[in-house]
Structures are given as structure tokens and as C-alpha cells.
């Protein structure tokens, strides 16, 4: 399912002046990251997912037109689903975006690896292969030692 282009563009709009945001295709519509943390995301469902974190999770479901994130059957604490109606309005949608940060910013900085992260090619064992002795009984190609 499609996720709404428009509040996308509208998102992206509000988070223009963060430093480091990205945008990945995940939880059924399209994910903004900041900070290599998920802020919020525009559902394939319909509405927004928010990102409010545990202790705030209660408090949100409050708020008008929010509700549980709900993903194969289980609650999922510390987002909530925002239906279209509560970010109609450029204010609302601050609002909710807004929370989704203060959530980001709170998180502690993420350690940097050390080991540099693995590729396909450097997940495998590498296989030393041995020479092979040409078969016996016969003729060799190429000039004989």
C-alpha cells in the first residue's frame, strides 16, 4: 500500500534543517530518520506513525486522533498512530513531528563502531584454493618440465 505523498512532502518540509535525516521504505510507508533514529514515519495505512518513546506512550494516547501502534497483533509501546485528522492543519503536524524529535534528542548518541561495518563479499569465509595437479594418465598442455 501507498503511502500519502503529500503529508511526505510536508514532512520533509518540517525536517529540512536537520542535520542528518534520512528516508528509508520500512513499517509499511516511508521512515524518516534522524540521527540514525526512527522520528516518525507516513503509513501505507493511512495516518502517521510517531515516535514518543515509552514513558510519554500514555500520555500521547490522550491526545486527540492518536492511538496504539499496533503490528501483527502486539501494541507497540512508545509509538502511536495519528490519524489524518489530528495533522490536518500545518500547526498539528508541527506538533506531532515535534514530539517525534524531542524523542530523538533525548536518545542517547549512538558509540560508533570500531570494526567497519561487513559487506556482502566480507561476510564469507575465505576459501584458499589449493593448485591442481593435472589428472593422471593424461598428456599434459604446455612445454615439459
Known amino acids: 500500500m501507498a503511502y500519502d505523498e503529500t503529508t511526505a512532502a510536508r514532512v520533509r518540509k518540517l525536517l529540512a534543517s536537520q542535520r542528518y535525516l534520512a528516508e528509508k521504505k520500512m513499517m509499511g510507508g516511508l521512515c524518516f530518520m534522524v540521527n540514525n533514529t526512527m522520528c516518525c514515519t507516513v503509513s501505507g495505512r493511512g495516518g502517521m506513525l510517531i515516535r514518543v518513546g515509552p514513558e510519554a506512550h500514555a500520555r500521547?494516547?490522550?491526545?486527540?486522533?492518536?492511538?496504539?501502534?499496533?503490528?501483527?497483533?502486539?501494541?507497540?509501546?512508545?509509538?502511536?498512530?495519528?490519524?489524518?485528522?489530528?495533522?490536518?492543519?500545518?500547526?498539528?503536524?508541527?506538533?506531532?513531528?515535534r514530539r517525534g524529535l524531542d524523542f530523538v534528542a533525548a536518545m542517547p548518541a549512538k558509540a560508533a563502531s570500531k570494526a567497519p561495518p561487513r559487506t556482502a563479499a566480507s561476510a564469507k569465509p575465505k576459501v584458499i584454493a589449493k593448485a591442481k595437479?593435472?589428472?593422471?594418465?593424461?598428456?599434459?598442455?604446455?612445454?615439459?618440465?
Not at 512508545?78 to 498539528?92: I, K, L
Not at 593435472?134 to 612445454?143: S, T
Open 60 to 97: 500521547m494516547l490522550q491526545e486527540p486522533h492518536a492511538g496504539p501502534m499496533e503490528m501483527r497483533g502486539r501494541i507497540m509501546t512508545g509509538f502511536v498512530r495519528v490519524a489524518p485528522e489530528g495533522y490536518q492543519t500545518d500547526a498539528d503536524l508541527k506538533k506531532w513531528v
Open 133 to 145: 595437479a593435472p589428472p593422471r594418465g593424461r598428456a599434459q598442455k604446455g612445454p615439459r618440465r
